[in-house]
């Protein structure tokens, strides 16, 4: 039953991250763009964690954390980029 | 992992499949609305709570391994607290920049 529902997950996680990258790459606006890498980023996360319940290792979590962090600080920078003009004042 | 009671198996893929739903919503929400403060909306809520619910998954499960995942509480709690926050930064840069929205403009801003 676990085994089912972690395909289902799989499958859903992927999709949307191709949606993710779909907007990433047609996305009008900067912000739009930017929006749809935090988003790719977050469905990362979910997605390793899916990888590490999976293979039963519980080494998975802290690449999990290492993407959330990388991936929260690289969102604060490009929006600070793009509301300032400059991401260190 | 059939070695777990069925209940704690079928809570697990329960929270797995709502997440998946809640994932793939936020993504489609994502590509689907029309302007770009209506698109921060499903990100910032419905992917945070398809993380969520792998996460607490995963917590079940190695909580009834028999041992208590603070990994993924730590995880849990991280991305619930960044979350609105990157999402204020986003829509203040967008205003910044003066994006396009159906609402019309944005208060206090004279074009």
């Given at each position: 039953?676990?085994?089912?529902a972690l395909?289902f997950a799989f499958?859903c996680v992927?999709?949307?991250?191709?949606?993710?990258?779909?907007?990433?790459?047609?996305?009008?606006?900067?912000?739009?763009?930017?929006?749809?890498?935090?988003?790719?980023?977050?469905?990362?996360?979910?997605?390793?964690?899916l990888?590490?319940?999976?293979?039963?290792?519980?080494?998975?979590?802290?690449?999990?954390?290492?993407?959330?962090?990388?991936?929260?600080?690289?969102?604060?920078?490009?929006?600070?980029?793009?509301?300032?003009?400059?991401?260190?004042? | 992992?059939?070695?777990?009671?069925?209940?704690?198996?079928?809570?697990?893929?329960?929270?797995l499949?709502?997440a998946g739903?809640?994932?793939?919503?936020?993504?489609?929400?994502?590509?689907?609305?029309?302007?770009?403060?209506?698109?921060?909306?499903?990100?910032?809520?419905?992917?945070?709570?398809?993380?969520?619910?792998?996460?607490?998954?995963?917590?079940?499960?190695?909580?009834?391994?028999?041992?208590?995942?603070?990994?993924?509480?730590?995880?849990?709690?991280?991305?619930?607290?960044?979350?609105?926050?990157?999402?204020?930064?986003?829509?203040?840069?967008?205003?910044?920049?003066?994006?396009?929205?159906?609402?019309?403009?944005?208060?206090?801003?004279?074009?």
């Open positions: 039953m676990i085994d089912l395909d499958g992927g999709l949307a991250l191709v949606l993710c990258t779909w907007r990433l790459v047609r996305g009008p606006e900067a912000p739009d763009r930017v929006l749809a890498l935090d988003t790719l980023y977050v469905n990362v996360v979910a997605l390793v964690v990888l590490g319940m999976r293979l039963q290792t519980a080494l998975f979590f802290e690449a999990a954390l290492l993407i959330a962090l990388l991936g929260f600080v690289g969102t604060v920078a490009l929006s600070r980029y793009l509301s300032r003009g400059d991401v260190i004042e | 992992m059939d070695e777990l009671h069925w209940a704690l198996q079928a809570l697990i893929a329960a929270l499949v709502v739903v809640f994932a793939l919503v936020g993504a489609v929400g994502m590509l689907r609305f029309p302007d770009f403060f209506m698109r921060l909306h499903a990100p910032t809520k419905a992917t945070t709570l398809g993380v969520g619910g792998v996460l607490l998954a995963s917590m079940v499960l190695s909580w009834a391994r028999g041992s208590f995942g603070v990994h993924e509480l730590l995880i849990t709690i991280f991305l619930f607290v960044t979350a609105p926050i990157s999402a204020s930064l986003l829509a203040k840069a967008a205003l910044h920049l003066r994006a396009p929205s159906k609402a019309g403009q944005a208060p206090g801003d004279r074009r």
